[in-house]
């Protein structure tokens, strides 16, 4: 009898079983079915007629996909318009759109470093910014969550090496916001850059949405360090849309363009998520009122379920995130709400650096009082029982 390769398979499932860990895919309906506070809509422009006119009439224009590489046929004069309106928001000289925010990462991550360079890294960053330091080559050291103290006194231990510090401007777990002031003033004195991703931060934090960057005077036309910042951000989350674009420097945009092997070989991003993603940020512009609301709902989520009894991180943009005693009461709770009309997410290890699981909220500016009430009460009649 032949030899099954993919047996192993069969081993590591169980092992999810056991631990409560299996993940599954759960089609959703074309019309929402339960009030969304699971998703990464922000805004609530996802499903806006304003933005998904605009990605429908771009592709009506300029086809179903963008054809090639960026490099070959995949740049329409689209892309380079929101490359223009996405640097002037967010306050950098260029931006460079890929076709994903992962794709983002792992491009300015490999790109900005080289074998011999140092790569620092907070323990709490996404999966993407792991991955691509991983993928560096650069000797990269993992320091402890939100310390500019720890990033000092690190590379002031290696010397002077090319040095890049890299971290999320929100963090996707808790929702809480790295110290980008004190990174910065760290990296400044010492001669090392600075990348942020901005994924979370994006329509969410600053003057009009334009990010934890600028809200932090490290961006725009005042910005302390300009020449040392780069940033990521993804298009798929304020902007409801899909992609991701990196920021920075005309010089640094130009290095991308010619070294970043996630922007060189990888298929555009397609002209209907360009569309989208500039009409988006058309709207934010217009109405810089959408941020602060999506922060408010935020914290009347968080109130109402810490005066409730459970254990709500303060968000500092718009994730809540309320702890569970297991991933198996995190699941429960989670399929309990998804029966009562509430989808929410469910965070398990090893999405969790901290291995502690939850129920991760999204604040959407678009939510009603009446939505928020609900949405507490059917948590909080969810929640495990100790």
């Known amino acids: 009898m032949a030899l099954d390769p993919f047996a192993w398979t069969d081993d590591a499932a169980r092992g999810r079983r056991a631990a409560g860990l299996v993940r599954t895919l759960r089609p959703r309906p074309a019309e929402p079915d339960v009030l ?9 422009l996802a499903r806006h007629p304003e933005i998904t006119r605009a990605a429908a009439d771009a592709a009506l224009r300029w086809g179903a996909g963008s054809t090639g590489s960026r490099l070959v046929s995949g740049s329409t004069r689209l892309h380079a318009e929101l490359e223009r309106e996405l640097a002037e928001h967010c306050g950098f000289e260029a931006a460079l759109v890929l076709s994903s925010g992962y794709a ?22 996404h999966a993407s910014i792991v991955d691509g330091c991983r993928l560096s080559r650069a000797e990269t050291v993992v320091v402890p969550h939100a310390d500019p103290e720890a990033v000092g006194k690190t590379l002031d231990a290696r010397g002077p090496e090319r040095a890049l510090v890299v971290s999320d401007a ?22 090392a850059a600075l990348l942020v991703d901005e994924a979370h931060g994006l329509g969410v934090l600053g003057p009009a949405g334009r990010g934890a960057l600028h809200a932090a005077g490290l961006a725009g036309p005042d910005g302390r360090m300009a020449d040392g910042v780069v940033a990521t951000v993804t298009l798929s989350k304020s902007l409801g849309s899909q992609g991701g674009a990196v920021l920075g420097p ?45 922060r408010e709902v935020a914290r009347t989520l968080h109130a109402a ?36 009309g509430l989808a929410v997410g469910c965070f398990r290890p090893p999405s969790v650096p901290d291995g502690i699981s939850r129920i991760r909220l999204t604040a959407r500016a678009d939510l009603t ?7 507490v009460r059917t948590i909080v009649e969810s929640a495990p029982k100790h």
Request: with cysteine; charged share 20%; glycine share 8%.
């Open 305 to 340: 379920l810490t005066a409730a009894g459970l254990e709500a991180v303060r968000p500092d943009a718009a994730v809540v995130s309320v702890r569970a005693p297991s991933p198996a009461a995190a699941v429960a709770w989670a399929a309990d709400c998804r029966e009562a």
């Open 36 to 44: 969304d506070l699971a998703s990464n809509d922000y805004l609530g």
């Open 250 to 294: 005309t010089r640094v945009i130009e290095h991308l363009v010619n070294t970043a092997r996630t922007f060189i070989f990888d298929t555009g991003l397609a002209p209907a998520a360009a569309g989208a993603a500039l009409a988006a940020l058309r709207h934010l512009r217009a109405r810089p009122a959408l941020g602060g609301r999506a």
């Open 369 to 375: 009082d009446d939505l928020i009430a609900s949405a």
């Open 170 to 191: 929100v963090f996707s777990v808790d929702g809480d916001a790295a110290p980008l002031r004190a990174l910065a003033d760290v990296c400044r004195a010492r001669g």
């Open 104 to 125: 983002a990462n792992l491009a300015a991550l490999t790109a900005l470093t080289a074998r011999g360079s140092l790569l620092l890294s907070d323990a709490g960053n």
